[in-house]
């Protein structure tokens, strides 16, 4: 069984940076893609960024492309998520996620299979 546990969050003024990570283990990822979504109070999770473990090829939502970026340490089965400039329209809490998706489907929250916990990122004005 896939785990996924995220650590990282926290309050950051506007313009600041944070890094999340997400610690992954129960299995090999090399098949999977891994993922990056968030959640703000009353809305629905929004999809951020995604990475394939096996090409290292990234996509990010418009909204965050050229601030954040997705990457993975294979040695510690670690994935990344670097915030930089971040906005208070970034608050949310952010999730890991993991799975085999479709280069069609990953966007959509509901086409993955694994979830971490959670972190809380809230950002100042």
């Known amino acids: 069984q896939v785990q996924l546990l995220e650590s990282g969050g926290g309050l950051v003024q506007a313009g600041g940076s944070l890094r999340l990570s997400c610690a992954a283990s129960?299995?090999?990822?090399?098949?999977?893609?891994m993922g990056w979504f968030r959640q703000a109070p009353g809305l629905e999770r929004e999809f951020v960024a995604t990475i394939i473990w096996s090409s290292d090829m990234t996509y990010y939502v418009d909204s965050v492309k050229g601030r954040f970026t997705i990457s993975k340490d294979n040695a510690k089965n670690t994935v990344y998520l670097q915030m930089n400039s971040l906005k208070p329209e970034d608050t949310a809490v952010y999730y890991c996620?993991?799975?085999?998706?479709?280069?069609?489907?990953?966007?959509?929250?509901?086409?993955?299979?694994?979830w971490g916990q959670g972190t809380q990122v809230t950002v100042s004005s």
């Open positions: 129960g299995r090999t990822f090399s098949n999977y893609r």
């Open positions: 996620a993991a799975g085999s998706v479709s280069s069609g489907g990953y966007a959509y929250y509901r086409n993955w299979r694994s």
